[in-house]
């Protein structure tokens, strides 16, 4: 079975009529996102939020209704994918490059659902090498400041150049194998100037849906949500 599917369109439950939503990136919720599509077909009245231009893309052609994240005064439910999971239900995101447009949807969310398959749950961060959004300019600085906290951050590249976030920046992929402290190295990440934004995610998860290939799903719920 298709695990990201099953969680992807699991996340359905979660939508009323009349939300805003806010829509992640990815493969996983790309389910979502045509699951949403069906249901507007069918008279769900729905707004979106996209946090990437990819999405807007796909949630347009799927016939959800967007608006701007400046239009809204806040989002009802977002529904996003993630790399990596803890059982606090801390996160990993940034693996499509979407991490800083996610948090800001994220951030004026009521409440923040997460779709994966079983494999991104561990029990430390780290195994997925964190993505960090820096500014262009100097990011062999930024580069080597975030070396100094125990990593060897790895510019992402596509098509032989640093590939562009939708903001225009860089994305430094960060291998820090075991992150203990995730509140505490979001913290002195984003002290750094030349860091925009970290795809540390904490106490940011409501509910994390978890599906495996057999077809089983686990709805895992944050008793520390900070929002
Ligand atoms: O954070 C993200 C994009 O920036 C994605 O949500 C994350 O990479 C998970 O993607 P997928 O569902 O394709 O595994």
């Known amino acids: 079975m298709n695990a990201k599917k099953l969680a992807g369109e699991k996340a359905l439950e979660y939508v009323k009529d009349g939300m805003v939503l806010g829509l992640g990136t990815g493969s996983t919720v790309y389910w979502t996102i045509l699951g949403l599509g069906e249901l507007v077909i069918k008279g769900l009245n729905i707004k979106g939020v996209a946090t990437s231009k990819a999405t807007e893309d796909l949630a347009l052609k799927a016939g959800i209704p967007l608006v701007d994240i400046s239009d809204v005064y806040e989002i009802d439910v977002t529904i996003d994918g993630a790399d990596e999971v803890n059982p606090d239900l801390d996160l990993i995101k940034g693996g499509g490059g979407a991490l800083l447009r996610e948090k800001m949807v994220a951030s004026v969310s009521r ?3 997460i779709v994966a398959d079983e494999s991104k ?3 430390h961060l780290g195994k997925f090498p964190l993505p960090v959004e ?5 990011w062999q600085t ?3 400041q975030i070396s100094a906290k125990g990593c ?3 510019l992402r590249m596509k098509n032989g150049i640093p590939m562009p976030t939708d903001n ?8 820090f194998d075991k992150i203990e402290y995730p509140a505490a190295l979001a913290f002195s990440l984003n002290m750094m100037p030349g860091v925009v934004e970290t795809g540390l995610f ?3 998860a409501d509910t994390v ?6 077809g089983e799903i686990q709805v895992k719920e944050s008793a520390a949500s900070t929002r």
């Not at 820096?134 to 100097?138: A, E, I, L, R």
């Not at 225009?168 to 291998?175: A, K, Q, R, S, T």
Request: with cysteine; proline share 9%.
């Open 111 to 113: 409440k923040l659902v």
């Open 121 to 123: 749950y561990s029990a």
């Open 134 to 138: 820096v500014v262009p300019f100097g």
């Open 142 to 144: 930024t580069m080597k």
């Open 152 to 154: 060897e951050p790895k």
């Open 168 to 175: 225009g920046n860089y994305i430094l992929d960060c291998p």
């Open 202 to 204: 904490v106490k940011m």
């Open 209 to 214: 849906i978890l599906a495996g290939t057999s």
